[in-house]
C-alpha cells in the first residue's frame, strides 16, 4: 500500500507515527507544510520514509500561499499515486489535500485543530465542515475530540478512536519508588505556549513555597510565554526553587519523570496528551486540568487528581492536597501505570491505525 503521511511541521509524534510506519510493510511518502522557526525534533526521517520535495515545507506556513500549495500538492499526489492520504491538522493539511481533491484521504484530528482552532471564526469553522464532510475516514485520539467531529458533519460510521500511547518499556516506574519524604518535586513538561496553561502552574507554585519548604518545580521546554513565566517566579522571589531542564531528548525523558512526584498538565486544550500517557507510564500520579480528554485518562484519587482548568488557586489547593497524601502516593503511581498499561500501549494501539487504513481501501 502506498501512503502519503501529510503533517503540519515535524515534531516527536511525526518522528513517532513515521518509525512506526516504516517497520511495516507499506511504501511510505512524508509531505511536510511548514518548516517552523523553533526545532522541536532533533532524530532525523527515518531511511525508508520517503520525503517529498514540494512547494512547502521550507518555511512558515501563510494562508496566501494556500492556491499554490493546492495546486502543487494535486500534482505530487497524480505523481505518486497515494492508495490512502494520511492528513492533519484539518483545517491546514486537511484542507489542502481536500481542496487539491485528492485521495482517499484518512483525516486525523491533532486534539487542537477541533477543541481550540475551530473556535476562532467562521473560516476556521467553515474549513472544518468542508473538510469532514468530505473525509473517506475520521481519526482521533480520545472521546472529545471524535464526539466534535461528529457534530461538525462527520459520518459517526466512518470514524475511529485512536489513543496514541507511549513506549512501555521505555518509560517505566523508578525503581526503587521515589522517597518523598523530604523534598517535592512538581514536573511539567507542557510547552510554554497559551493553549498549554504553564502560567497557571507558575503562579499556583508561587503562592505555595512559602507554606511548603521543600517544594520544588521541574520544567522543560519553552515556548513564546518563556519572559511571562520566568517573570511571574522573578516577581514572587521563587526561581530559586524551579529548575529549568530545557529541551530533553526523547531518550532522556523517562529519567526526569522518575524524579519527580506529581506531574502536572494544566492545559486549557488537548486530546489525549502524550505528556500524560508518559507520566502514567512512569508510575507518577498525575493532577491535570478537567478539560474532556484529560477526564478520560484520570480519575480524581484513583491514579491522579482534577483542578478546574485556569484557575491557579484551585491548582494551588490540590497541590497541597496531594502534599497531604504523601503515604499514598505509592499506591496511586501503581494505578497510574496500570492505567497506561491499559489503554497507552503504543504497539498495541498503533494495529488500530493499520487497521483503519483497511477500513478505507475497503469502502
Not at 3 to 9: A, K, T, V
Not at 79 to 106: F, K, N, S, V, W
Not at 173 to 181: H, L, N, Q, V
Not at 205 to 231: A, C, D, K, N
Request: net charge neutral; with cysteine; proline share 5%.
Amino acid at each position: 500500500m502506498k501512503i502519503l503521511y501529510f503533517s503540519f511541521d515535524y515534531c516527536s509524534h511525526d518522528h513517532r507515527f513515521l518509525s512506526a510506519l516504516a517497520n511495516t510493510e507499506h511504501d511510505v511518502f512524508y509531505v511536510r507544510l511548514q518548516q517552523g522557526a523553533r526545532i522541536t525534533e532533533v532524530r532525523p526521517v527515518p531511511a525508508s520514509i520517503r520525503e517529498v520535495a514540494w512547494v512547502g515545507g521550507h518555511s512558515l506556513f501563510r494562508w496566501s500561499d494556500l492556491p499554490g500549495l493546492v495546486i502543487d500538492f494535486h500534482r505530487l499526489t497524480r505523481e505518486i499515486r497515494p492508495d490512502i492520504i494520511h492528513a492533519g491538522p484539518i483545517q491546514t493539511c486537511g484542507l489542502i489535500a481536500t481542496l487539491a481533491g485528492a485521495g482517499p484521504r484518512l483525516i486525523m484530528s491533532w486534539g487542537f485543530d477541533l477543541m481550540q482552532d475551530v473556535t476562532r471564526n467562521g473560516w476556521w469553522r467553515w474549513a472544518t465542515r468542508y473538510v469532514l464532510h468530505r473525509a473517506s475516514w475520521f481519526i482521533s485520539d480520545c472521546e472529545a475530540t471524535h464526539q466534535r467531529a461528529v457534530a461538525y458533519g462527520m459520518a459517526h460510521q466512518r470514524t475511529t478512536v485512536f489513543p496514541w500511547g507511549v513506549d512501555l518499556e521505555h518509560f517505566t516506574p523508578a525503581a526503587p519508588p521515589r522517597d518523598s519524604s523530604r523534598e517535592f518535586t512538581l514536573f511539567c513538561n507542557r510547552s510554554w505556549e497559551p493553549r498549554y496553561g504553564v502560567d497557571v502552574l507558575a503562579k499556583a507554585f508561587s503562592l505555595l513555597v512559602g507554606t511548603f519548604p521543600g517544594l520544588r518545580l521541574l520544567l522543560l521546554g519553552g515556548g513564546s510565554q518563556e519572559h511571562v513565566i520566568r517573570r511571574i517566579f522573578q516577581e514572587a522571589g521563587v526561581s530559586d526553587r524551579v529548575t529549568f531542564a530545557g529541551h530533553v531528548p526523547q531518550e532522556e525523558l523517562p529519567g526526569y519523570y522518575q524524579r519527580a512526584d506529581l506531574y502536572i498538565s494544566p492545559s486549557h486544550v488537548d486530546g489525549s496528551s502524550v505528556s500524560l500517557m508518559e507520566a502514567l507510564a512512569c508510575g507518577l500520579p498525575c493532577l491535570v486540568s478537567d478539560i474532556p480528554a484529560n477526564q478520560e485518562w484520570v480519575h480524581e484519587g484513583e491514579n491522579g487528581w482534577l483542578f478546574p482548568d485556569g484557575d491557579m488557586n484551585a491548582l494551588a489547593g490540590k497541590i497541597a492536597l496531594v502534599l497531604g497524601w504523601r503515604d499514598s502516593l505509592i499506591e496511586i503511581g501503581q494505578a497510574a501505570r496500570r492505567t497506561a498499561e491499559a489503554k497507552a500501549n503504543w504497539r498495541v494501539n498503533f494495529q488500530i491505525l493499520l487497521e483503519t487504513y483497511q477500513r478505507v481501501l475497503t469502502r
